[in-house]
């Protein structure tokens, strides 16, 4: 008798895995997709007939050394995502723009071949395997809709009063096959919602349709783009350092301009969203703040007198008064985001879980 061992499928499924590759053509993209999408299924099949009874293939069956062959890669080890009845479990794979995203929570891994298979496809980059799920990053203009305002808090409320914004899972308006867990990020300012959330590509159509069903004509999506996680915390948090008004956010990604930038409705103050994400913002631009004539703030203190409601709004006026006033605050906040980073990487590794499990 003999007796195999084989890579430990014994774990305890709290782990996943994700490949991301970067394309310079989002054509290319899409077409690798579907057809990694159609190996997975063909693999899947001939996978379950060898597995049937019991048994543990040495080689990969033929779908996979057909694919080696046309693309110049071997494989290092038999592709499995389980120990058997493997078909309707597939990978995940979704594309948006040039970004293409392979998802799986089985604990296995995808190996080397995946990647030496998407490198000839032709990817400009492929991220080294990681264990955290992949994660949307979502701007759109909200349409005056309760429905979607309802289903927008109901998300927001989910890591609010969380430093740490984790959702386990995040619980969805739209109906998912797999549940994600990580973190999140949410803004929401007069015109522009922003959503950094852990999904699987293959829940990325139902996520589009509830856009659609709201409303929401244009949207971009866009898939494993690290750093909008930071930026869209930051935004929530941004306020206009001069006059504490509300900050309108705008990106290139939906607006006609070079840079991300946050416009302020009180005092019409522009900062660069750079300005937001490492140290106490600054305002870049604030024309009117900065020639304010001194008369005129005399003027306007004398008015404050008479009209104790203007008294606030002419407090903060004077451009060194309220920089001044902003820099204390802002270096607790930097405190408490270092505070809430360091938990963040203490904490494990986040679980992802299949919600249907075979
Ligand atoms: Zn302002």
């Given at each position: 008798m003999t007796i195999k061992i084989w890579?430990?499928?014994?774990?305890?499924?709290?782990s996943s895995y994700r490949l991301v590759a970067r394309f310079a053509d989002p054509n290319v993209a899409r077409e690798t997709a579907t057809e990694l999408a159609a190996f997975f299924s063909a693999h899947a099949k001939q996978m379950d007939v060898l597995t049937e009874d019991g048994d543990f293939p040495e080689e990969n069956p033929a779908a996979a050394q057909d694919l080696a062959k046309q693309y110049g890669f071997s494989w290092n080890e038999v592709l499995s995502?389980?120990?058997?009845?493997?078909e309707g479990d597939e990978p995940s794979i979704g594309t948006e723009d040039k970004t293409l995203v392979v998802y799986h929570t089985y604990c296995g891994g995808f190996g080397e071949a995946i990647p030496a298979y998407l490198k000839a496809r032709g990817a400009a980059e492929v991220e080294p395997e990681d264990r955290h799920p992949p994660t949307a990053s979502v701007l759109f203009e909200a349409p005056a809709s309760a429905a979607l305002d309802e289903d927008l808090a109901s998300m927001f409320s989910q890591?609010?009063?969380?430093?740490?914004?984790?959702?386990?899972p995040l619980k969805t308006p739209w109906e998912t096959r797999w549940e994600s867990y990580g973190r999140a990020a949410f803004f929401r300012d007069p015109k522009t919602v922003g959503m950094w959330f852990p999904i699987a590509p293959t829940d990325l159509p139902a996520f589009k349709a509830w856009l659609a069903e709201h409303g929401v004509q244009k949207a971009s999506v866009r898939l494993c783009e690290y750093d909008d996680e930071k930026k869209f915390v930051a935004i929530a948090g941004?306020?206009?350092?001069?006059?504490?008004g509300t900050l309108q956010y705008l990106d290139p990604r939906l607006h006609d301009i070079d840079s991300e930038q946050l416009a302020c409705l009180g005092c019409g103050g522009m900062y660069d969203l750079t300005t937001f994400l490492n140290q106490p913002p600054k305002p870049v631009v604030a024309k009117k703040l900065v020639v304010a004539p001194k008369a005129k703030a005399k003027a306007k203190k004398a008015k404050a007198k008479a009209k104790p409601a203007a008294k606030a709004k002419a407090k903060a006026k004077p451009a060194a008064k309220a920089k001044a006033k902003a820099k204390p605050a802002a270096k607790v906040k930097a405190k408490a985001k270092a505070k809430a980073k360091v938990k963040a990487k203490a904490k494990a590794a986040p679980k992802a879980k299949p919600k249907k499990k075979r």
């Open positions: 890579q430990s499928y014994s774990c305890n499924n709290s995502w389980g120990d058997e009845m493997l890591i609010a009063d969380r430093p740490e914004r984790e959702v386990e941004a306020k206009c350092s001069a006059c504490d």
